[in-house]
């Protein structure tokens, strides 16, 4: 069975910055790419950054490019966002999902596989 558990949330101002975790079992980051979504209030789902398992190459959604890092250990296959310059509008619950992006849509997509998500809220 796919586990997927995304730990490191919680409460900090603008500005700060947080990093999550997200610990990954019954498949491998060989197998499918890493990534990060989120789900804010009232809002849909949405992808946030997917890092390639074939070339090491990340897509970061545009709300956080430049403020969002994307990396894996692929040995202890966990998978981390380091999230800095936070803005009140990153506040959201984050799930880590293998994902895909599709480079003519510019965008990244889930496979529907879903585990328990972190909450980070950000104050203004």
């Known amino acids: 069975d796919v586990q997927l558990q995304a730990s490191g949330g919680g409460l900090v101002q603008a500005g700060g910055s947080l990093r999550l975790s997200c610990a990954a079992s019954?498949?491998?980051?060989?197998?499918?790419?890493i990534g990060w979504f989120r789900q804010a209030p009232g809002k849909e789902r949405e992808g946030v950054s997917c890092l390639s398992s074939s070339d090491g190459s990340a897509f970061y959604a545009d709300s956080v490019k430049g403020r969002f890092t994307i990396s894996s250990d692929n040995v202890k296959n966990t998978a981390y966002l380091q999230m800095n310059s936070l803005k009140p509008e990153d506040t959201a619950i984050y799930y880590c999902?293998?994902?895909?992006?599709?480079?003519?849509?510019?965008?990244?997509?889930?496979?529907?596989?879903w585990g328990q998500g972190t909450l980070v809220t950000v104050s203004s």
């Open positions: 999902a293998p994902c895909y992006t599709v480079e003519v849509l510019g965008n990244m997509y889930d496979y529907d596989i």
């Open positions: 019954g498949f491998t980051f060989d197998d499918y790419a």
